[in-house]
């Protein structure tokens, strides 16, 4: 479903658990949680930000973040810096 589009990004609610963050064809998936209005989605901490993300969001996070707070319908909310790696699961294409 998608929640957000201004041809530029868009963001997507896939699974009640799931935000996909999209720019053309290339994507990315962000954990939420759910049970609460509005739900929760998890980002990395800025430590982590370029280690759990592919190439072309590293530097980003600023500028992706403020994208998720101001457009996502979810609060945002900062994971506490644990060290993060890319897991492959998270990328995707369209």
Not at 13 to 42: H, I, N, S, T
Not at 63 to 69: F, P
């Amino acid at each position: 479903m998608s929640i957000f589009d201004d041809g530029n990004f868009r963001i997507e609610a896939e699974w009640k658990e799931l935000v996909e963050y999209w720019e053309g064809d290339r994507g990315y998936v962000f954990d939420a949680g759910w049970g609460v209005e509005p739900g929760d989605l998890y980002v990395p901490a800025p430590e982590d930000w370029d280690a759990a993300t592919p190439d072309w969001m590293n530097g980003r996070r600023d500028e992706i973040v403020a994208r998720l707070v101001a457009f996502s319908h979810h609060n945002v909310v900062e994971l506490a810096p644990i060290g993060s790696e890319l897991h492959p699961w998270r990328l995707l294409t369209s």
